[in-house]
């Protein structure tokens, strides 16, 4: 059975303290990975899309990377409005069900 | 309206009784899904509609829950005899194709608490 995994479930970071989630999911057949931005008690925000290894995506101070394995969002520089949970979904080759990760919680203290 | 939007926002009921949730996509958007987010977790893929084709149900989790779609506009979802378990925010998404790597776009989701 084709999984998405995040790690960390959770991540503590000082304002400007730059870091990296990771989102790994068995192969399977990639057709897309998706990044999604969920504030508390809202649905799922956009954030980025990437098709193929070794495709980057920026915006603002989140960079997505992509490799044949797994994904980064890296933060740079975050500041206390980036804290929010991040996912991560999977589209594979077969079907057309999104497999989305458990998350990772972000706390950036001022 | 500009996004996806669901109603009733928050839903409590006593187990055994009926629901209705609703969703609202997004004008144009051919493509829907529904999805269930327990408290701490990711979502779980419910069931999936695509313009007028037969809907991809294989992600309900038994035949108490069941959906529908008039065309490529509203959908509700409705979970018979309800039990605690059912107790989570149901979010809906929808998009401009739906076979394709292409964006959905999320709703704020329906908070459904059985007692």
């Known amino acids: 059975e084709d999984q998405v995994t995040q790690s960390p479930e959770a991540l503590r970071l000082q304002e400007g303290e730059s870091s990296s989630l990771n989102c790994s999911y068995t192969?399977?057949?990639?057709?897309?990975l998706f990044w999604y931005r969920q504030d508390p008690g809202k649905g799922p925000e956009f954030l980025f899309t990437?098709?193929?290894a070794g495709e980057e995506k920026e915006k603002e101070r989140l960079k997505a990377t992509l490799t044949k394995k797994e994904s980064f969002l890296h933060i740079t520089a975050p500041k206390p409005e980036d804290s929010a949970t991040y996912l991560c979904?999977?589209?594979?080759?077969?079907?057309?069900?999104?497999?989305f990760g458990p998350g990772t919680r972000l706390s950036v203290l001022p | 309206g500009a996004g996806v939007s669901q109603s009733p926002s928050n839903k409590v009921t006593e187990k055994g009784k009926d629901v209705e949730l609703r969703c609202d996509p997004i004008?144009?958007?051919?493509?829907l899904y529904w999805y269930r987010q327990r408290l701490g977790q990711g979502l779980e893929f419910l069931i999936y509609?695509?313009?007028?084709?037969?809907?991809?149900k294989s992600g309900l989790p038994s035949d108490r829950f069941s959906a529908e779609r008039t065309g490529e506009s509203v959908s509700t979802l409705t979970i018979q005899r309800t039990q605690q378990e059912d107790s989570a925010v149901y979010l809906c998404?929808?998009?401009?194709?739906?076979?394709?790597?292409?964006?959905?776009?999320f709703g704020p989701g329906t908070r459904l608490t059985v007692l």
């Open positions: 509609f695509q313009g007028n084709s037969a809907p991809d």
């Open positions: 979904a999977v589209l594979f080759n077969y079907g057309q069900n999104f497999v």
């Open positions: 192969v399977s057949g990639l057709r897309g």
């Open positions: 990437l098709y193929s």
């Open positions: 004008s144009g958007h051919t493509a």
């Open positions: 998404a929808s998009s401009l194709a739906g076979a394709g790597a292409d964006t959905q776009y």
